[in-house]
């Protein structure tokens, strides 16, 4: 079953391999650089998210990050992808469904996906 996947990344060599793995997987991919590329899919059903923008780490701000997301894209599910959070305490800090610390393993990816998506 095609499982429609938004990929928000502004690095091309980790959104070149997250797309490889995930549509092996059987994922259809939207891959964009920014938010601001365009308005999500509103069918995604998972959105996948560096936090695009941020030079350092400010808790505010990447909440506030999340939630233009979750506007975008209200009914899909959001992984948080970054070197700037603790994984630990920020999926509830940020109000995301899950937290991956890059430099992530990507089975970690698909298996969370997978966990995510049911």
Do not use: C, N, Q
Not at 10 to 23: H, K, N, Q, R, W
Not at 85 to 109: H, N, Y
């Amino acid at each position: 079953m095609t499982r429609r996947i938004v990929l928000i990344e502004d690095d091309p060599d980790i959104a070149a391999l997250v797309e490889e793995v995930l549509v092996e997987r059987g994922h259809a991919l939207d891959t964009l650089s920014a938010l601001a590329d365009g308005v999500t899919d509103r069918e995604a059903r998972l959105v996948i998210t560096d936090l695009v923008e941020m030079g350092a780490y400010d808790p505010d701000a990447a909440r506030t990050w999340v939630a233009r997301v979750r506007v975008a894209s209200p009914a899909a599910r959001v992984i948080v992808a970054t070197a700037h959070a603790p994984a630990a305490s920020a999926r509830i800090a940020l109000g995301a469904d899950a937290v991956l610390t890059k430099p992530f393993d990507i089975v970690a990816l698909a298996a969370t996906v997978e966990s995510l998506l049911g």
